[in-house]
């Protein structure tokens, strides 16, 4: 497996210059297909030489003026991998920030994160997708990355149930966390 990948690596560089070679000497893109055996959109893509910057500069502006609908984005696309199913969901970041405000907390930690810093918050299902819930911004909320990451597809009753478990594990006192987390 590695050896394919050091060929491809060592490939690409040897590709386009045969690529540029080949136009040229007066190749048309078929031409050149036929004769490399390799795609259209490959020859293209070298014969454009500003392509890739263009591209990626691009993707560079998008990520950094939208971030909030970059993560929407995100949260969004998870139900359009359902079988069968296409986005039918939908919420602008207007939307988002009406019901979670400029400055929204992690709803499990309570920690204020930064809506223009990707880094700093995850768009969690409240309940998992795995669990029937949708893409829907009642189901959304607002969760600092280790948080997430904690809950993972749980519910907000089981996420609770094992705190308190560890924390009586932990010998910890199961009457304080209980008051705290609103458990009876």
């Known amino acids: 497996m590695e050896k394919a990948n050091d060929s491809s690596k060592q490939r690409k560089p040897f590709l386009k210059a045969q690529i540029l070679s080949l136009r040229e000497k007066g190749y048309s893109y078929n031409k050149i297909a036929k ?68 400055n929204p907390k992690c709803y499990l930690t309570g920690v204020e994160v930064d809506l223009n810093d990707k880094t700093t918050y995850s768009l969690d ?39 308190i478990i560890i924390y009586e594990h932990l010998g910890l006192g199961k009457q304080r966390l209980d008051k705290r987390v609103g458990v009876r």
């Open 35 to 102: 004769e490399l055996g390799c795609a259209m959109s490959t020859i293209s893509y070298h014969l454009s030489g500003t392509t890739k910057k263009i591209s990626l500069n691009r993707r560079k502006l998008h990520r950094k003026k939208n971030v909030l609908l970059t993560k929407i984005e995100a949260f969004l696309y998870r139900e359009h991998r359902k079988k069968f199913s296409s986005i039918t969901v939908k919420f602008t970041p207007d939307e988002f920030i009406e019901k979670f405000g400029k």
């Open 125 to 163: 299902h409240i309940i998992a997708m795995s669990k029937g819930g949708n893409c829907s911004l009642d189901n959304c909320g607002v969760l600092t990355p280790e948080a997430n990451q904690l809950k993972g597809s749980l519910s907000l009753g089981e996420f609770k149930k094992y705190i």
